[in-house]
T-cell receptor, first 114, second 115 residues
């Protein structure tokens, strides 16, 4: 079964600094990988996804992620953090029939310091 | 265009009571998913439907939980009887089926507290 590990349950960066959220996956088949963001008291919103096309994926709000098969990683980055980026971020891998089931990591809470 | 709609947004009930959570997927989305989010276990898939048919319910905790999708625009998740350990945020999500890796769109969630 597929699984996802997010390194660091809390990450804190200064406004304007680089954001790096780490995600490693385990999959026996070519994976489909996702990053979702959750703002307080809201549902999850898709940031970006990898579906076996380009390995560097650009998403909304200036985020991007790079699929590295050799490292089984899909880390999320943003060159310059903004206060509005403060939220919880989830990495997920899809599995099962039709790759419809999402298996989520434990989440990383991102705090932005002024 | 309306997103996934869930009701109620908040529910407080007493142990032993029946709880029914409701979801209206995005129009045209034929796949529907129910997730549970807790601090201890994170986000877990409970069950999902394609074209109103349950495909995988392996995540349903026990017989106290049941889910139905009587038509393409409505689904319910029922807990009977409820227990304090069922306290969580329950999310519904929908997507267009058929293509691998299709995006799931999440509702705002129902925050359930069982006393």
């Amino acid at each position: 079964a597929q699984s996802v590990t997010q390194l660091g349950s809390h990450v804190s960066v200064s406004e304007g600094a680089l954001v790096l959220l780490r995600c490693n996956y385990s999959s026996s088949v070519p994976p489909y990988l996702f990053w979702y963001v959750q703002y307080p008291n809201q549902g999850l919103q898709l940031l970006l996804k990898y579906t076996s096309a380009a390995t560097l994926v650009k998403g909304i709000n200036g985020f991007e992620a790079e699929f590295k098969k050799s490292e089984t990683s899909f880390h999320l980055t943003k060159p310059s953090a903004h206060m509005s980026d403060a939220a919880e971020y989830f990495c997920a891998v899809s599995e099962g029939q039709g790759a419809q089931k999402l298996v989520f990591g434990q989440g990383t809470r991102l705090t932005i310091n002024p | 265009d309306a997103g996934v709609i869930q009701s109620p947004r908040h529910e407080v009930t007493e142990m032993g009571q029946e709880v029914t959570l409701r979801c209206k997927p995005i129009s045209g989305h034929n796949s529907l998913f129910w997730y549970r989010q807790t601090m201890m276990r994170g986000l877990e898939l409970l069950i999902y439907f394609n074209n109103n048919v349950p495909i995988d319910d392996s995540g349903m905790p026990e017989d106290r939980f049941s889910a139905k999708m009587p038509n393409a625009s409505f689904s319910t998740l029922k807990i009977q009887p409820s227990e304090p350990r069922d306290s969580a945020v329950y999310f519904c999500a929908s997507s267009i089926p058929g293509k691998r890796g299709e995006t799931q769109y999440f509702g705002p969630g129902t925050r359930l507290l069982v006393l």
